[in-house]
């Protein structure tokens, strides 16, 4: 069965840090562009951040730049995200994702083959 298996997530407070991990199953992150995106209450989904085939080349969302650091680790078939100075507006329900590079061009315009079924971040203030 094909998964991706999200882990990290977890209420903290403003300023503090998580680490997001998402790990495959079923398939390998070999030749694919892996990512994050997130979905708060009463919002419209959205790509934060995403890392090419190579390991070579990020995006960002313009909220997290300098904030937010996107990994890949393929030996572990496995992408992280380290949230540091978290804000009550990163609260959301992050998803991890594996695609194509063309997700390198803007997330939310490509399709997206692989999700994972989300975990919990809330930063309480």
């Known amino acids: 069965q094909l998964q991706l298996v999200e882990s990290g997530g977890g209420l903290v407070q403003v300023g503090g840090s998580l680490r997001l991990s998402c790990t495959a199953s079923?398939?390998?992150?070999?030749?694919?562009?892996v990512g994050w995106f997130r979905q708060a209450p009463g919002q419209e989904r959205e790509g934060v951040s995403c890392?090419?085939?190579?390991?070579?080349?990020?995006y960002y969302t313009e909220s997290v730049k300098g904030r937010f650091t996107i990994s890949r680790d393929d030996a572990k078939n496995t992408v992280y995200l380290q949230m540091n100075s978290l804000k009550p507006e990163d609260t959301a329900v992050y998803y991890c994702?594996?695609?194509?590079?063309?997700?390198?061009?803007?997330?939310?315009?490509?399709?997206?083959?692989?999700w994972g079924k989300g975990t919990l971040v809330t930063v309480s203030s």
């Open positions: 890392i090419n085939s190579y390991g070579d080349n990020t």
């Open positions: 079923g398939f390998t992150f070999d030749y694919k562009a």
């Open positions: 994702v594996a695609g194509h590079d063309d997700m390198l061009a803007g997330m939310s315009g490509v399709a997206i083959p692989y």
